[in-house]
Structures are given as C-alpha cells and as structure tokens.
C-alpha cells in the first residue's frame, strides 16, 4: 500500500485532524498537511478536499501542532517532561486550536493560553481541587481571579472535564482619569507610531484594537473622519479627527498589509518603555498609571462633561448598552464638583430663538418672567 501523502504537496508530515462522516453512515479519517495546512480525507484510493485554509490561518493551526509534536519528540528523546505533563500541553494547544476555528480574537487566545500555561505550573491541571486552592493562593485580585476562572472553566469543559468553578466577584472601581496635559505629555515625548496611535486614541476615545484595525482606506483625508471597525461588541461608527492627527498620519510609513499601524505586541512594549522613562524624566508617578484604555476614559469623561449628553456619549464610545456609558457620569460628578464653570447665558421668547440656541450647544436652565434662559459652557 502506498504511503499516505498529502495531494497538493505530495508531503508525508501529516496529522490526524477527526473523522469525516459520510451520508451512508460511515466515517473516514480526515488529514492535516504539517507542511502547506491543507485538510483533506482519504477515501479509499481516492482524496476528497475537505477545506483549503487560507495561508496565515494555516501558518496558525500548523504551529500549535508542530509544537505539540517537538514537544512530544523532546520527551522520547529523553526529556525531563514527564508524560502527564506532555498530554497536559497537548490538551492545551487542541484546545487554543479549537478557539482558533471557532473565531476568537488572537488577544482572547492569547489571553487562555498564558492562564493555562502559568496554571499548568502551579499545578496538576487534571486536578480541578488543586487547581481551585492554587487560584485561591495566587496574589492576583478578584477581578483577575474571575477571568482565570472563566478560562479554566471552558478549558475544563472543552476537554469533557466536570469542574465546579470558584465564586469569585469582580471589585468594581472607578477607573483612573489624567489630566489632558498629562495626555498630552505622553503624545509628544513617545515615538511616531506611538503618539500616532495615542492622538488616535485621544481624540476618538476607540478602544486600542480598533485603532490598531485600522487601514488607510479607513481614513477620509479630506472630510478629517475615521471608520472605526468595532471589536468587543460595539457599534462601528465614523468620527471626526483633527489636523494634528492627519498630519500624524501621514507621517507613517505605508505597510504591506494595508493597515496604519504593526503588531500590537511591538507596539505596547514601545508605550511602557517610553512611558517609564517620561514618569523618571518629569518624577511623576501618575504616568505610569496611563494605559492605552485611559484615553477611552478620558474621553468619555471629558465628552459627557462637555454636553451633559449621556445618548451622545454611547454613541461616540459605541457602547450598545447605555448602562456601560453611566459610568462617566458619576466619574464627571467626582471630577468636576469642585470646579467654577463659567457660561455664556442667552435667553428666547420665541420658539424660534429657542430652536437657534439649542442648534448652537446651548442647553435650558429655566423660565423667569415669560423669558426662557439657556447656558453654554465657555
């Protein structure tokens, strides 16, 4: 019988990928090609293509199993791994693989991978009370003990294992709001594509993934907008952006694949080191508690301040639930409560006046002698 090989490569570095049932019943072995990702099944005499995975899809689900397969490799030739220990990883990357088909965002698989990597250290992962008392042990806070949690638990159920997850309730807090001088520090002492990437940032108030989705073609140069592509279940929405940030951007370099802005990884390590050495430069220790998302909390702060619109400031953010946006609100009420605000005052007698001053961003306060009264923040 002739040795099994791959139709469109002709190569024999093959994996088992699951059985293929047919309508009569029966069910044949399905095949992954280590060497180019094609997934086919074999049928008799004959090869029949299951699926042609585009190449970085396939680049993907191939490594997850050539590492799975060098790790097995290490073990037989005399490695300090013991077998558990092989099978363990092994469940691991069939169950990152499986997120992978399934849609998940690299971040999110990124984000399981290291849970049960660092879980699968402190203890046995196929001992779910073991697990459950190294969790609890672990000097991480509630908030981050629910995610692990979280991920353990599909884990676990992925792989058909009963686990009776831990109850951990997530402390909630008001998140951290610089002032803008402290934005602004940030943008002009960081590199190109990093004040690019935060002046993006501060002006949209975009979460760092959708800036980071973005293409040329998504920015309109003449009517100074951007396209945001939503992530998280947000809403897609297209916002202003100012001169400043269009000269940014044209100072980028042009990338092969389209987008403005390379790896997300390469880019955040670049933001901390810069960041680490402003906050040494300027002794201010508030730098360093400037992550990407501050600037989505600034700006829904800041917005909600401005127009006292909660409607407007959903819309900007994208948020789909409003109760996500109320969050700035008692942030602007903490903020701001100590503040003297100074307005322009305007009054109407007409519905007309009325109607120009609301058009201008004036908002009603109240009616006094037959005269309604409206105020704008200068």
Avoid at 27 to 45: A, H, V, Y
Avoid at 193 to 215: C, D, F, M, P
Avoid at 328 to 353: D, G, M, P, S
Wanted: proline fraction near 3%; glycine fraction near 6%.
């Amino acid at each position: 019988m002739a040795e099994l090989c791959c139709p469109e490569c002709g190569s024999n570095r093959l994996f088992k990928d699951g059985l293929r049932y047919l309508n009569d019943g029966s069910q044949i072995q399905r095949w992954l090609c280590r060497n180019c990702g094609l997934r086919f099944s074999e049928n008799r005499n004959s090869f029949k293509n299951c699926q042609t995975n585009s190449k970085s899809d396939a680049h993907q689900k191939v490594k997850l199993l050539v590492e799975v397969q060098k790790e097995i490799e290490k073990w037989q030739a005399g490695g300090t791994e013991t077998q558990q220990q092989l099978d363990i990883k092994g469940k691991i990357l069939e169950f990152l693989w499986h997120l992978q088909k399934q849609g998940f965002s690299a971040e999110t698989v990124k984000f399981y991978n290291r849970v049960l990597r660092i879980m699968s250290q402190k203890a046995n992962l196929l001992d779910g009370e073991a697990v459950k008392e190294t969790l609890a042990k672990m000097p991480i806070s509630e908030t981050t003990k629910c995610n692990y949690a979280y991920a353990l638990q599909s884990f676990y159920k992925h792989i058909g294992v009963e686990w009776n997850p831990p109850k951990y309730k997530p402390k909630k807090s008001l998140p951290f709001i610089p002032t803008e001088q402290e934005l602004n520090l940030l943008i002009a002492n960081t590199s190109k594509n990093v004040s690019a990437v935060l002046q993006l940032l501060k002006e949209t108030g975009a979460r760092i993934g959708e800036i980071l989705k973005l293409k040329w073609t998504d920015i309109d140069f003449e009517r100074k907008n951007v396209r945001i592509t939503p992530e998280k279940g947000s809403l897609p929405r297209i916002l202003p952006i100012s001169d400043l940030a269009i000269s940014m951007i044209k100072r980028l370099k042009p990338r092969e694949d389209g987008k403005l802005f390379g790896r997300r990884q390469n880019l955040s390590t670049a933001f901390y080191k810069q960041r680490k050495r402003l906050a040494y430069k300027l002794q201010n220790p508030r730098l360093l508690q400037i992550s990407f998302h501050t600037f989505r909390h600034w700006k829904g702060t800041i917005e909600y301040h401005k127009t006292r619109d909660i409607l407007y400031t959903q819309r900007l953010l994208g948020h789909r639930n409003i109760q996500n946006t109320l969050i700035y609100v008692n942030i602007e009420q903490a903020l701001f409560q100590n503040t003297n605000e100074e307005f322009h005052v305007a009054t109407a007698r007409t519905v007309e006046e009325a109607c120009r001053l609301i058009e201008v961003g004036f908002e009603y306060v109240t009616d006094m002698d037959g005269v309604k009264i409206f105020r704008k923040r200068r």
